[in-house]
């Protein structure tokens, strides 16, 4: 990641970067720091070059193992839904890193974030673009986010970016009393984006929008 690309794009994107700011505040996406956050995350950097010009679009795409980055406003959206009921020192725990882009934006509103990806080799390059871009209050690692990650739990908020057919019950097991779990459910073609929130030890849920997400699978991919 040289500095050259970084800057050219950059500066040449500021203004797409303010349009598609501008789109997700008439979408209804609110919080200063979420749209702070877009504004200032370099999502071309987060893709293949060869994609770039087409960062600042509200669209997904591709990142390669038949994986994609998520649309910029669902991005904002399942992170304003977390910030709303997350602490200001929250930790969160997030399934389906991918390339870091939910990750990082994240990152920047709260304390720590752990992320799982079952995806090997797309983590380790992740992994790589995290540290080059000094995001440092996140960790990673290779696994099947089905299981969570119960050492550091349990989590402020839990964020998945991975469509399940049901709910995996460690995620609501490692939530906190009063957190929150972002999560699309749903089959393959369509799901509705889904809010959990445990109060008093029961569960409640809440329907956001209709969603579609790659599917979240099991097991590892080395
Ligand atoms: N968060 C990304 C979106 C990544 S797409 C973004 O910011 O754009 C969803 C990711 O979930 C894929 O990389 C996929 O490999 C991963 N995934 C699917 N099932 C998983 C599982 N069981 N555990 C961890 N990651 C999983």
């Known amino acids: 990641m040289n500095s050259i690309r970084h800057e050219g794009i950059g500066m040449t994107s500021l203004r797409t970067r303010e349009r598609l700011v501008n789109r997700l505040i008439e979408q209804g996406i609110q919080r200063i720091d979420v749209l702070e956050a877009i504004r200032t995350t370099p999502r071309h950097l987060f893709i293949d070059e060869a994609l770039a010009h087409r960062a600042y679009e509200d669209v997904a795409l591709p990142i390669g193992f038949n994986q994609t980055i998520s649309q910029p406003y669902i991005v904002a959206r399942m992170t304003e839904a977390i910030l709303n009921a997350a602490p200001d020192d929250a930790v969160i ?58 050492q550091h739990a349990p989590y402020d908020c839990i964020i998945t970016t991975c469509a399940a057919s049901e709910v995996p019950p460690a995620l609501l097991e490692q939530l906190k009393e009063g957190g929150v779990l972002v999560i699309p459910v749903g089959g393959r073609d369509q799901q509705e984006l889904k809010l959990y929130r445990k109060t008093d030890g029961e569960i409640s849920a809440e329907t956001l929008e209709a969603v579609r997400f790659v599917p979240l699978l099991g097991g590892v991919e080395n």
């Open 93 to 150: 725990l997030e399934i389906g890193t991918g390339c870091g882009y939910q990750t990082a934006i994240l990152a920047g509103s709260v304390k720590h974030v752990y992320s799982i990806e079952r995806i090997r080799p797309l983590l380790e390059r992740t992994r790589k673009r995290l540290r080059e871009l000094k995001i440092r209050n996140v960790s990673v690692k290779c696994g099947d986010g089905n299981l969570g990650w119960p």
